[in-house]
């Protein structure tokens, strides 16, 4: 408990001082604040967007496709991730492939989602899970490939069957490598979101920051990057949490 109040203060102190030293900044005259707006003009702008009740819809909206893009890109990353490092004839079929496309960022595939599913919700999805795949992939290949042989070769003195031994055995060793790459995927569906948002979208944080760049209001901008931050901060402590929880051993 006393640790939680120290991060807690730790958190306050630190975001406290973030903006005493932006309100310094924003306020010193050295740059327009129609430009580098105050966090007062802000927070305004934010009680101005809640009261028109698009904040909490951008919101949602923005949640539930990045919610979906995240399970899809996450679930098939696991999957392929074990497969890939477990299974010889999976890996040398698809991992050639898998290599190939992690250098392409989210943004390059946006005009391509957008003809092959349209500008409504699929080409979001595919975006988002595209990138999120990608991560939560790499790091579960990488956990699965790198099980210590002393496990594999107890199980099966043991008399364990392969079906036994990959859940019992190959899935516990690798999932603080799997909750690593969840972690980064969740930061990532974000970052992917805006790229989805900012072409054929009506509504959500993505395209609310690009109507925003239209009329030069930086202070909707700021909302809806703190709204970003924020949501990225607490699904990565969420995760963080939920990690130490189920992977206990890894501490152990």
Known sequence: MLEAFKKVGQLVLSLSGVVVIWSLFANSGFISQNLFPTPGQVWHAAIDLYQDGVLMSDLRISLTRAAIGFSIGASLGILLGLLTARVKIVSIAIEPFLNLLRPI??????????????????????????????????????GASDVASTYIRAARSLGASRTREFFEVI????????????????ALAFLSLVAAELSGASAGIGFRL???????????????????????????????????????????
């Open 105 to 142: 960022p989210a943004i390059a595939l946006v005009p391509v989602a957008i003809v092959w599913f349209g500008i409504g919700e699929g080409s979001k999805y595919f975006v988002i899970s595209y990138t999120v795949f990608l991560a939560v992939w790499l790091n579960t290949h990488a």
């Open 171 to 186: 899935i516990p060793a690798s999932a603080p490598a799997i909750f690593v790459g969840l972690r980064l995927g969740a």
């Open 210 to 252: 690009q109507d925003a760049r239209q009329f030069i209001r930086t202070d909707r901008m700021f909302v809806g990057l703190i709204q970003l931050g924020i949501l990225g901060a607490l699904l990565d402590a969420a995760f963080a949490y939920t990690g130490r929880r189920l992977v206990h051993w890894e501490n152990a």
